[in-house]
């Protein structure tokens, strides 16, 4: 891909134009920036296809329509979470608990590091569905809380234990919730008198507590 300057840009062109380069991966970063500025919603293929600096034409060799180029940023965005998340949760060591801690906080810095794919992943109105590849991303990511929900199951006697499921999925509920109101890295950020570092910690906390895991007991439980 080879870029040149462009000088008197304005609207939703491009800082850069295109030039004989990757028109796809130039689409993808139109859309990113274009999310960032608008929203997944406040955009349309016309935008990207300017932004990129081509024909209105030009987009559809490459995808669909405007959902097909925002499902694959999105797909995009779900492998880099997935390997974020795996890459804190490091296959609950040393123990579930100091694990989770890690894995929230690696939830937390991509939604904020990397808000515009974020927004792509969960706001776009686009169904998982939409194309397997995007479903197994989506997926993927989801194994890794449900791999924690797993170890931390097996820290509550058997005759108490939850469904997996059902507290893996309580889990994301309590990291996403936090992650969309309070940690974000765009305009979208409430305020909070303290880290959404450590609401989230607190929140998983008090949720443990209650079905009778309490934090550093970890291998006590039989």
Not at 53 to 67: Q, T
Request: hydrophobic share 45%; aromatic share 10%; glycine share 10%.
């Amino acid at each position: 891909m080879s870029w040149t300057k462009d000088s008197g840009d304005s609207g939703d062109r491009g800082p850069r134009g295109y030039h004989h380069g990757n028109l796809r991966e130039t689409l993808i970063r139109a859309a990113l920036d274009l999310i960032a500025q608008k929203g997944p919603a406040g955009f349309t293929f016309a935008d990207a296809a300017r932004w990129a600096g081509v024909s209105p034409a030009a987009p559809y060799r490459h995808f669909r329509d405007r959902d097909d180029l925002l499902a694959n940023v999105a797909l995009r965005g779900f492998e880099q979470f997935e390997a974020a998340l795996a890459l804190a949760w490091a296959d609950g060591r040393p123990d579930p608990f100091t694990a989770l801690h890690r894995l929230g906080k690696a939830y937390l810095a991509f939604a904020h590091a990397e808000p515009a794919y974020y927004s792509a992943m969960f706001e776009a109105g686009i169904p998982p569905d939409s194309s397997p590849e995007l479903r197994a991303a989506g997926d993927r990511a989801f194994a890794v809380l449900r791999s924690a929900a797993e170890q931390l199951c097996a820290q509550i006697p058997a005759k108490e234990r939850p469904p997996v499921l059902m507290l893996a999925l309580h889990i994301w509920s309590l990291a996403h919730g936090v992650a969309s109101l309070f940690g974000r890295g765009d305009a979208a950020r409430r305020t909070l008198p303290m880290s959404a570092e450590e609401l989230l910690e607190a929140g998983v906390l008090v949720y443990l507590r209650g079905l009778g895991v309490p934090a550093g007991e970890t291998g006590r439980r039989a």
